[in-house]
């Protein structure tokens, strides 16, 4: 209690956190903030952790089934004219690959992890809108099972998961499964804006009080940052995708030329989307390197400014790099080099970021464990995969390479490198956080050169393979184009990879049972989720901290200030100012309600039947009004009254 | 607006660079054709003018920046380093990064302009 700072008192007296202490009070929050047992209050939680764990369970879910058709196809393209699969289930295959790993793990992973951690980072007892939370995780979960499902019952798209027209318009894909693509888009994406308006709301008006923009974690103004590229880039795939349904389900012309429309117009509207999604992707993996490297160097990051100034050049200037996906159009050369000049400037700030993180380790005391090995990785893979990236910058080369192998080289370089690497080392660094126990160390060694070494097999030739001019998305080749044996190698690579990711499977599913119990701050950390237990109390924190440092923890080893006066009686918590982190107002927070499941139920279904009927739009909107109706229905509870 | 310059706006290269680097980006890839047809370096005039803009916002940016400590708006801010880990200076963190970015920007769009300098817009 020592240097609380009380609250304002403008709500009728009623239990406080200053009337109890120690575990009363801990027990009583943990009872209001808690989610009940039993299928029904399961199902209804809105604790911000509990559907933090639940995303990121169905994002590496996701992630290994994607897997999957990866080694599927890499075992097609070992030998030449292989007939392991026919040109029908390849084409799904690397639809469902790229669908899966882009929409239903690429950005949810990074919207989970913010879900889970942001809170407890800024020190707040919840995120923004937490039913909203929940309906957006119970959307991104329909929508990732109709996928897949749709791909078990043969009517998985197949037009590669761009769905370029006119390729994915009605003329060209009969059926329904471009509408299973373009629904899909529409499930997640809407999911994705959800989660993206929570953590803006979160970080800019629920940071404890002390906690000023410049005492902002890093790790929050990446995925603040990221979430402000969410929101403006996902409307233009959705848009992108409702028109496509537009045109193949009730017959509007507005990608077809032949009748008035622009087939260009659906790669500009994709790939207004589709770059910035790159750095939806990244923007993560900055953000978990730019937490475990201060904990394992032992020291504050070296450059904040620089780095938070790099986040948000890295945010704008991804808007302005859309069309050298599209030199190959036929675009005036002009044009085409504003984009290059983009392209090429933003290596400026993300390259300022990797000398930010190595001075930091330079000048610090490193502890080489698991997630460090991983963030080291991720200094070789993604340096690699951008340098190839200013290549493809240029358009003389761009045109050269353009839909090879060595394009394929280049993105599984960047969004390997750039998230999947530390997102492993992440998961290894808050394990403990999330589950009371470490990850095995040796087996974590094993994961790490596992993936190092079977990643670089599996894509480094393929550069190769572009250059010698194999085509992306072939099903087999012929022995004379003299592709076998680059390709073998990048299958051996594969099945090595995919080893490493069996082991930390492995190592999850034995660690959650026989890990050694961590502590609340097993690593020695500086950021505010370390002074939770672990795993977190349902309310996070008994009294929200009083920040006076960028790393908290270790500004105030002898115990952290905090601020005093939030309800015992029921669920309340702190709203400060944007600057300053200024205590404002007490503010009650939504308690459980089943609500956010009925009404993304009768969404899902509305999106799924609207692909049959457009009808389905009439019918499914008494539904979706009704449970939006439950949602917001008074209920007499304290979050009416705030 | 005397006022202003003398001043200046913490925030005001944080909107005014990448502003007109969007202008730049969308403006003057509308205007190649219009270039092509009337043999005019439109492109580079307009990238100019928004070099000026993002530069403004970055000299307001910079005086806000440069005022002293005591006169500043948050009570008990201080001088010192901005990577000086304990912080407590949101308004300087603002209008550093708006110098930066307003510098950044008005980089990238005078790289749009020289692309005008070098081709005419008619080349496919």
């Known amino acids: ?642 | 607006m005397r006022r202003l310059l003398v001043r200046g706006w913490p925030s005001a290269g944080l909107y005014a660079g990448p502003v007109a680097w969007l202008a730049s980006t969308q403006g003057n890839y509308a205007l190649v054709s219009w270039d092509c047809a009337h043999r005019l370096p439109a492109v580079t005039a307009l990238a100019a003018l928004l070099i000026l803009v993002s530069l403004f916002g970055g000299l307001l940016s910079w005086r806000s920046y440069r005022r002293p400590p005591e006169a500043a708006t948050v009570p008990g801010q201080r001088a010192g380093s901005l990577d000086a880990p304990d912080g407590g200076r949101p308004h300087r963190l603002v209008a550093a990064m708006g110098v930066l970015l307003a510098l950044l920007f008005a980089l990238a769009i005078m790289v749009h302009g020289a692309a005008g300098l070098v081709f005419s817009g008619c080349e496919r």
């Open chain 1, 1 to 642: 209690m020592s240097d609380a700072a009380p609250l304002p008192r403008d709500l009728p007296r009623d239990l406080r956190d200053t009337d109890l202490d120690g575990p009363a009070l801990s027990e009583r929050l943990a009872r209001i903030w808690g989610t009940g047992r039993g299928v029904i209050a399961r199902l209804s939680s809105v604790d911000h952790k509990v559907i933090g764990r639940r995303y990121i369970a169905t994002a590496f879910l996701f992630l290994f089934l994607g897997g999957l058709t990866a080694i599927v196809m890499r075992l097609q393209l070992a030998r030449p004219e292989n007939g392991l699969v026919g040109p029908d289930t390849y084409n799904q295959l690397f639809t469902m690959h790229g669908s899966t790993m882009m929409f239903l793990f690429g950005v949810p992973i990074g919207e989970a992890m913010a879900v889970y951690l942001v809170p407890l980072m800024v020190g707040t007892r919840n995120i923004a809108f937490p039913r909203l939370n929940a309906f957006s995780y119970w959307v991104y979960l329909s929508g990732g099972l109709f996928l897949w499902i749709s791909f078990l019952l043969n009517i998985g798209p197949d037009v590669g998961w761009f769905a370029y027209v006119p390729l994915s318009g009605p003329e060209y894909s009969p059926g329904k499964r471009a509408d299973v693509w373009a629904q899909m888009i529409t499930f997640t994406e809407l999911s994705g804006l959800a989660v993206a308006v929570e953590i803006i709301v979160t970080v800019l008006k629920q940071r404890a009080p002390g906690m000023t923009l410049d005492r902002i974690p890093l790790f929050v103004w990446a995925l603040f940052v990221n979430s402000f590229i969410i929101v403006f880039a996902l409307p233009a795939v959705m848009l992108a995708s409702t028109f496509l349904i537009l045109d193949r389900l009730i017959g509007t012309q507005l990608f077809n030329p032949a009748e008035g429309g622009d087939a260009l117009l659906f790669q500009h509207l994709f790939w207004f989307f589709g770059h910035p999604e790159v750095y939806i992707i990244f923007l993560p993996g900055t953000a978990f390197v730019s937490a475990i490297i201060p904990t394992f160097a032992r020291r504050e990051i070296f450059g904040y400014l620089a780095l938070v100034l790099s986040l948000i050049a890295t945010g704008f200037l991804s808007f302005g790099l859309w069309v050298h996906h599209m030199f190959t159009t036929g675009l005036p050369q002009l044009g085409a080099a504003f984009f290059t000049a983009s392209s090429m400037l933003i290596a400026i700030p993300n390259g300022l970021q990797i000398f930010c993180w190595i001075a930091t380790l330079w000048d610090g005391r490193p502890v080489w464990r698991t997630p460090l090995l991983f963030v080291c990785g991720f200094f070789f893979v993604f340096v690699a995969g951008g340098l190839s990236g200013i290549m493809l910058a240029s358009v003389p080369i761009d045109t050269q390479v353009h839909d090879t192998y060595f394009v394929v080289a280049h993105f599984h370089y960047v969004l390997i490198g750039g998230n999947v690497f530390p997102l492993l080392g992440a998961i290894y660094y808050w394990f403990p956080k999330f589950t009371g126990r470490l990850m095995s160390e040796r087996l974590g060694r094993w994961n790490f050169w596992l993936v190092f070494v079977g990643f670089n097999v599996a894509f480094f030739p393929m550069h190769i393979s572009g250059l010698m001019g194999m085509p992306r998305r072939v099903y087999t080749y012929g022995p004379e184009m003299g592709w076998g044996d680059l390709q073998m190698l990048s299958t051996a690579g594969a099945l090595v990879l995919f080893s490493g990711f069996l082991v930390f499977f492995w190592n999850v599913a034995a660690s959650l049972r026989r890990g050694d119990i961590a502590g609340p701050n097993p690593w020695g950390a500086g950021t505010l989720e370390w002074a939770a237990a672990s795993p977190p109390a349902p309310q996070n924190f008994d009294r929200i901290p009083l920040v006076t440092h960028r790393e908290p923890l270790w500004a105030e080893r002898a115990g952290l200030p905090v601020a005093t006066g939030l309800s015992a009686a029921y669920r309340e918590l702190v709203v400060t100012s944007v600057a300053e982190a200024e205590p404002q107002l007490r503010e009650a927070s939504p308690e459980p309600s089943i609500w956010p499941l009925v009404a993304a139920l009768a969404v899902g279904a509305t999106f799924i039947g609207s692909i049959f009927t457009p009808h389905a739009v009439l019918w499914g909107l008494p539904p979706i009004a009704a449970a939006l109706t439950g949602w917001f229905w008074p209920k007499g509870t304290p979050e009416d009254e705030a």
